[in-house]
């Protein structure tokens, strides 16, 4: 609303110009793994846990660490490092998931922040891309970092 009509404009049509156009956003956890900032849904993260004891299991991919024992519970530990092909950096949490119903715990180098992330701000990965493990990309706000959205089901599914 203009200088000129905000004069003339009653108390209604001032709170009406002045409100937000909302914005459909969704909720990631960001962290960094081989080097690479991702974000996981929050729809589908338990907790972050960063005083872990992983035991190993013979016979498995390289990229499965071992298992957590969480309050009874079995966790496998996926390694995002090697499931990327990335060389293994200094890993220090574990992200604890829930994917439709199966706890699954991913070794991460760190977690930044929790944020709402712009619906469509989040672009499609290109067509020749490698990241097999991601399904779109885009870049944070209030930063030029870019981040890369996990799919998450894709842990479990492949």
Not at 12 to 20: H, K, P, R, W
Not at 23 to 46: E, P, Q, W
Not at 81 to 108: Q, S, Y
Not at 109 to 127: G, H, T, Y
């Amino acid at each position: 609303m203009s200088e000129k009509n905000v004069l003339f404009a009653t108390e209604d049509q001032i709170e009406d110009s002045e409100q937000l156009v909302e914005v459909d956003t969704s909720l990631f956890l960001v962290f960094v793994a081989g080097g690479l900032r991702f974000g996981a849904s929050a729809d589908y993260v338990v907790e972050i846990i960063t005083d872990h004891s992983i035991t190993k299991i013979p016979n498995v991919p390289s990229y499965i660490r071992g298992i957590i024992n969480l309050r009874g519970q079995l966790v496998p530990i996926i390694d995002m490092c090697l499931r990327l092909g990335k060389p293994v950096d200094e890993e220090n949490l574990v992200i604890v998931l829930d994917i439709e119903g199966t706890m699954i715990g991913i070794l991460v180098n760190r977690v930044d922040q929790m944020i709402p992330v712009p619906v469509e701000s989040i672009l499609p990965m290109p067509a020749n891309s490698q990241e097999k493990m991601v399904t779109g990309m885009c870049t944070l706000p209030d930063s030029n970092d870019t981040m890369l959205v996990l799919d998450c089901p894709l842990l479990i599914h492949d």
